[in-house]
């Protein structure tokens, strides 16, 4: 790609006007000089079909899909990566130079780095893992975690039959528990992940008892708006690490921008600090 021709990338998705991601890239466009716009890519689901197939002939280098395209967009792209072909989900696509379409899913990378940011000698073999949920979110921290070594994950969903599922899809170390049993599977744990949507603004709190954690236990949670859920603020005033879900998002970002823009773009605080202020 040469230097001058003009960058073009986005994220489809229906409804996108409150994603984050716009900001994220075009901050980074600026920062590193590049010649480009990320856009918002407002597509309808019926019109996906026509959408995804047209991004080549209109100059994209690729985009983000959010919801509720991630798992439809699978069957219209060219080639779908290994990662994302597990996750049964795609979130970035990548047109490559022959104008096909490759698709790709860094949930999972984003994850494990926003854990590696805060906690650098974070590891997934540290101890039992737990993990509240069994939806898409669910499916690429799960594998993510197991691809990096965890030895037990305990997967819980109110939902039980879903959770069951799951483990059965991914198998072993993933173990499903009734959702009643949720406080229990606490018990001796290195890292709790709440990937439900309970706790997000405008949703009820996630009702969990955090008295059979070990304190040295790391607590994320995969939203962002707010900043710190109900469970991140007890975890954190009981003496609990914690981690919020804006690393995920900021990191899943940079493996997609280096792809379409050839810079693999660094979180700066100053990045972080003025996201934090728009949320």
Request: net charge neutral; glycine share 10%.
């Amino acid at each position: 790609m040469s230097s001058h021709t003009f960058g073009l990338a986005g994220i489809m998705g229906w409804p996108v006007a409150h994603s984050r991601s716009p900001f994220i890239h075009n901050y980074w466009l600026k920062k590193y000089g590049i010649n480009g716009a990320y856009v918002q890519l407002p597509v309808a689901p019926g019109s996906l079909g026509i959408a995804v197939p047209g991004l080549a002939a209109l100059g994209f280098r690729g985009c983000n899909i959010t919801l509720p395209h991630k798992v439809d967009v699978l069957k219209l792209v060219d080639e779908v990566d290994v990662m994302a072909r597990r996750m049964g989900a795609m979130n970035t696509i990548v047109v490559q130079p022959d104008g096909s379409l490759k698709g790709f899913n860094n949930d999972g990378y984003g994850y494990i780095h926003s854990l590696l940011d805060a906690k650098p000698d974070w590891r997934a073999d540290a101890g039992p893992i737990t993990v509240l949920g069994a939806g898409g979110a669910a499916r690429a921290v799960v594998l993510s975690l197991a691809d990096r070594g965890a030895k037990e994950i305990r997967l819980l969903n109110r939902t039980d039959a879903k959770a069951q599922a799951l483990a059965k899809e991914f198998g072993s170390p993933v173990k499903a528990l009734p959702w009643s049993e949720r406080h229990a599977a606490l018990a001796d744990v290195a890292l709790l992940v709440n990937t439900t949507s309970q706790g997000m603004h405008g949703n009820p709190a996630l009702e969990l008892d955090l008295t059979a954690l070990p304190l040295s236990a790391l607590v994320s949670d995969v939203i962002y708006v707010p900043l710190e859920t109900p469970l991140l603020a007890a975890a954190r005033l009981r003496g609990n690490p914690t981690v919020n879900g804006l690393g995920m998002l900021l990191n899943q970002a940079r493996p997609a921008f280096e792809a379409w823009f050839g810079v693999m773009p660094e979180i700066t605080s100053e990045l972080r600090q003025s996201i934090e202020a728009s949320l």
